[in-house]
């Protein structure tokens, strides 16, 4: 049986994870088995922009990722069983669309959090419009 849970400060302990884990956090279990888990931190992006009015296309779109409803996807993982079944992009419309706030980005930096190709399978991940100061990071957004 499936069943998804909040993956807690407790899990992350136990995980040893040191950052302070985001509500949003999901655990995908089978019986009593966690066979994944997407882990966000409450972390907004934040673009450098100039103060005033913003002066061109670049930094009016800073200023808007600044002020979306954005989370930080620290890591996720998924058993490797259980990978092309179908069942990890199951988990992340499941998260992204019954756990999260209406209206949210998601951004990461995957070769950081995503050592295993998992948000590359997952697609959706995009450069954004105009370069950020870190070029690394991608955007995953929904309903904005």
């Given amino acids: 049986m ?4 909040q993956y807690t400060q407790k899990d992350a302990e136990t995980d040893g994870i040191s950052y302070t884990v985001s509500v949003f956090s999901t655990k995908r279990c089978d019986g009593d088995k966690v066979i994944g888990k997407i882990i966000f931190e409450d972390k907004p992006l934040n673009i450098p922009t100039t103060n005033g009015e913003p002066q061109n296309d670049a930094e009016r779109y800073y ?14 993982t998924f058993s490797d069983k259980d990978r092309y079944s179908g069942k990890l992009e199951d988990f992340f419309d499941h998260v992204t669309k019954n756990v999260l706030p209406e209206n949210h980005l998601i951004w990461c930096v995957p070769s950081v959090c995503d050592k295993d190709g ?11 419009l105009h370069p ?12 904005l």
């Fill in 2 to 5: 499936t069943d998804y849970q």
């Fill in 63 to 76: 200023r808007s990722l600044n002020s979306a409803n954005s989370y930080y996807l620290r890591k996720i």
């Fill in 118 to 128: 998992l948000i590359e399978q997952l697609g959706g991940f995009v450069l954004p």
């Fill in 132 to 143: 950020l100061p870190n070029k690394a990071i991608r955007l995953f957004s929904l309903n």
